[in-house]
């Protein structure tokens, strides 16, 4: 069945530094894909989505291509804040469902 | 516009009693879901609604009942519960299911079953 695998966490980073968190899909036809962010004791937002392959989605600092040939998503941002401390969930849509990862976990120390 | 809200916020159960957790939106979004959050696990779909009247399983559908009488409320029953259904709920909608539409999440209830 659909499923997304996301890398394992929790991820600590320095202010400044460069993030990267993997994701990797495996669905039938053509899902959309999406990055979500869950703050402490909150709700998940959308933080940025893609819809066909080589789709760039980008909010906020933080980018994702949809890459169809290695079936990913990777989240990137080029320099993190204290601020971007949060879990991270990829997500694919496929018909009537979302299929949400397991989430990775980011702290960003000052 | 308050989104999506849930209550209660909190709740704590024993073995075999049964409970309603309550979802409203007020955006007018066809798409309504309910999902639970284990650690480790991420969300898991437990049942969606494309409109009112139409509802269907996902993927964790057993110990749970749902009905969409209206647009704007997708409450999830808890028949009687189990310690294995201690959890983090969180409903979502979206305005439809066709396209990308994103989905708005809940800020959740926390529920323990002793």
């Known amino acids: 069945g659909d499923s997304v695998t996301q890398m394992e966490g929790p991820v600590t980073l320095s202010e400044e530094a460069f993030l990267t968190i993997n994701c990797t899909y495996t669905?039938?036809?053509?899902?959309?894909l999406f990055w979500y962010v869950q703050y402490p004791g909150e709700g998940l937002q959308l933080l940025l989505k893609a819809t066909k392959a080589d789709d760039k989605g980008s909010n906020k600092g933080f980018e994702a291509t949809y890459r169809k040939e290695t079936t990913s998503f990777h989240l990137e941002k080029g320099s993190v804040q204290v601020s971007d401390s949060a879990v991270y969930f990829c997500?694919?849509?496929?018909?009537?469902?979302?299929?949400f990862g397991t989430g990775t976990s980011l702290t960003v120390i000052p | 516009n308050a989104g999506v809200t849930q209550t209660p916020k909190f709740q704590v159960l024993k073995t075999g009693q049964s409970m309603t957790l309550q979802c409203a939106q007020d955006m007018n979004h066809e798409y309504m879901s309910w999902y639970r959050q284990d650690p480790g696990m991420g969300l898991r779909l437990i049942h969606y609604s494309v409109g009112a009247g139409i509802t269907d399983q996902g993927e964790v559908p057993n110990g749970y009942n749902v009905s969409r009488s209206t647009t704007e409320d997708f409450p999830l029953r808890l028949l009687s519960a189990a310690p294995s259904q201690t959890s983090v709920y969180f409903c979502a909608s979206s305005y439809s299911t066709v396209g990308t539409y994103e989905q708005y999440f809940g800020p959740g209830t926390r529920l323990t079953v002793t």
């Open positions: 997500a694919l849509k496929t018909g009537n469902q979302f299929y």
């Open positions: 669905a039938t036809g053509y899902p959309s």
